[in-house]
């Protein structure tokens, strides 16, 4: 009997023994769940990296993304921006919260051409025309020639070569959206795979157009600024530009919860880096435009 007794006491002392060891192993925190419209995924992710915060970033289309944030099954949604009156109320009603939506960057497209092309910038509606189908305007006659555009004699009769992004990329699925809306891409324009894909097809070619997404590397061809309708000055794809809507082709990108975290957890810990200079600088390396960021 004594030694079953010193068998069961010995088996009950390497219960607690186990048990107090893996006490002392710190528990894994739960990531931080983003859902995330494209292209936005990297950027999701790469708060997180530059945060060393562990993220969860799944993909998305966009009434999906606010889906999983009301149903509290992802902590944040990201995608562009506005948010429509529907989908806040969505979020708002299941479980009624205040909607916490941030205004983390912008997302644009620009024209690039040829460094050896003369023309300085494009009107807003000129710049559209040129990539617009004819049917857009019941098959009236589009600027299509360089001489059209410029006084320049070297560039009478040449033809603009429009490249665009694939149809069913982000890019190019951006490209309908903030460029043609309600019009199709005109018949010829060449689809080209990537942003890198057209900068170098554009920096070989002095006659061609191209449409770029995410201005990250554009160092052998030439942005192309843009005069917005109503304005009489050129600008480019910068934070002031786009708030004061000066530049006519971006939309904001907003990360959206419908509880703010507690500030001490993970996905207030990533909220807050989001919000930060060190955030902005992630969209700005990503190719989108940061909402604010100080001078380097």
């Not at 910038?121 to 600027?143: H, K, T, Y």
Request: positive net charge; glycine residues 8%.
């Amino acid at each position: 009997m004594m030694a079953g007794n010193r068998s069961r006491t010995s088996f009950v002392s390497a219960g607690l023994l186990l048990a107090a060891s893996l006490s002392a192993f710190p528990s894994v925190a739960a990531p931080v769940r983003v859902a995330a419209v494209a292209p936005f995924q990297e950027l999701a992710q790469a708060w997180g990296q530059a945060a060393s915060i562990q993220v969860k970033v799944q993909p998305f289309e966009l009434s999906q993304a606010i889906r999983q944030v009301a149903g509290r099954k992802f902590d944040f949604a990201l995608v562009p921006g506005p948010l429509l009156p529907g989908h806040r109320a969505f979020l708002e009603a299941s479980p009624a919260k205040r909607v916490v939506s941030v205004e983390v960057g912008w997302e644009t497209l620009a024209p690039i051409v040829h460094p050896g092309n003369p023309i300085k910038s494009l009107p807003e509606q000129m710049a559209r025309d040129l990539i617009a189908s004819e049917s857009c305007v019941n098959g009236a006659e589009l600027p299509r020639d360089w001489g059209a555009l410029l006084d320049e004699p070297s560039m009478k009769g040449r033809r603009v070569e429009a490249l665009l992004p694939p149809d069913k990329s982000p890019a190019g699925k951006a490209l309908k959206t903030l460029v043609l809306p309600n019009c199709a891409v005109r018949t010829g324009a060449q689809r080209v795979s990537s942003d890198a894909a057209i900068e170098r097809a554009v920096a070989k070619n002095p006659l061609a157009l191209g449409w770029v997404h995410r201005l990250r590397y554009i160092g052998q061809a030439r942005v192309l600024p843009i005069v917005a309708r109503g304005n009489v000055e050129a600008a480019t794809a910068n934070p002031e530009a786009l708030a004061r809507g000066w530049y006519p082709f971006g939309r904001k990108v907003l990360l959206v919860t419908n509880e703010e975290p507690a500030p001490d957890g993970d996905a207030g810990r990533y909220l807050r880096f989001v919000r930060s200079e060190a955030g902005q600088r992630e969209v700005r390396r990503l190719g989108f435009t940061p909402v604010w960021l100080r001078a380097q």
